[in-house]
């Protein structure tokens, strides 16, 4: 079943201060924006991301991305129908519906409201209200509210697709969130339960929290990877998905990129996945000759499966020859198109071993590799 996200970035957010909207602002080394677009990544096929006109700057770095990009409404509502007509020609059955400024959302309500999409109309988050509620003039207590049966609400907020597009065409606009639009075209909306940290970046101090929340919340994990593979005939050899001329080529049961081999290695060992053995079998002959950008995708997609993104990568390669630096620039873009990343998030470099052991006596290449990997 094909899902989607789509992201409301639209707004100005004024009463949370600053020069530029909330969602641009930093918050614990990133932008809001960047944090909650990751809690989606790996999660859903597709991640719609609603803009501002007036975010030129935003519309130039994510043109091109994974994200599909559309422009704002005059309000939420009108965002938010761009947003799923942005969605028309991708056969989407689940979407769900996310304020970009709870960056703080846990992968645990997302993959909930896509479980209860399984049984349910439509489903969102919410809190069961614990607090006295006051009515008040002014800053003068009037009264009291009976709590009973009242919910905080929160987001993302899940449709079947078709029905949420529907409502939203028989709606005159102005609802506060999806679900009163979806209560008016008769859909019944089922309550997950909320969590007290997706908080909703409103007011100046709200950064400091939401700041506190996603430092406690990081699970950080190092991988390292190690491949070796000897010289043969050839005229070229491949490293870190490019072709480098030279008078030996590698040998090895795939395209014998001993870089990007050492790079998956290093995801597979964060994740505690094994290695590309374990994968993709040597003995199994539909994997000879195979391009090596087939088992780095695989490791990466299986990170992105299991919640975590890549942070960055480090590959060293260590040959006598060929002159890996005049290359290490083309390597970095190859390497961070096929994960996604990047060329700022993976580093390729070189060191000989002192014309020492086998990579000095020109016999093979060795390659050694970090990566580093988060979950938010």
Sequence with gaps: MTTAAIIVAAGRGQRAGGRVPKQWRALAGRRVADWTIEKFRGRVDHIVLVLSEEDQGAWDEFSGTDLILTQGGSDRSGSVRNGLSALDAFAVQKVLIHDV????????????????????????????????????????????????????????????????????????????????????????????????????????????????????????????????????????????????????????????????????????????????????????????????????????????????????????????????GPHAPAMREEMARIMGLRADQVSVKATTSERLGFTGRSEGIASLATACLVKP
């Design 101 to 324: 400024a709870r960056p703080c959302v846990s992968t645990q309500i997302i993959e909930q409201v896509l479980d209860a999409l399984e049984t349910q109309q439509a489903a969102a988050p919410g809190l069961a209200v614990t607090d006295a509620l006051w009515t008040a003039d002014g800053t003068v207590v009037t009264g009291t509210q009976d709590r009973t049966g009242l919910f905080a609400a929160q987001t993302p907020q899940g449709f079947h697709y078709d029905a949420i597009v529907a409502a939203h065409a028989a709606h005159p606009g102005g609802a506060p969130d999806d679900v009163e639009v979806a209560r008016a075209a008769g859909l019944e909306v089922a309550i997950v339960p909320g969590d007290a940290d997706n908080i909703k970046i409103t007011r100046p101090e709200d950064f400091s929290r939401a700041e506190r929340i996603l430092g406690t919340d990081m699970d950080v994990r190092l991988g390292n990877g190690y491949d070796v593979h000897r010289f043969g005939d050839g005229d070229h050899v491949i490293l870190c998905g490019v072709k480098v001329p030279h008078d030996r080529g590698l040998q090895g049961h795939s395209d014998a990129d001993v870089g990007m081999h050492a790079v998956t290695d290093a995801i597979y060992g964060a994740l505690a996945q094994g290695d590309i053995g374990q994968h993709f079998p040597p003995s199994d002959p539909q994997w000879k000759g195979a391009a090596s950008q087939i088992f780095l995708r695989h490791a990466v997609e299986l990170a992105g499966h299991m919640g975590y993104r890549i942070s960055n990568v480090d590959c060293t390669l260590v040959c006598e020859h060929p002159k890996i």
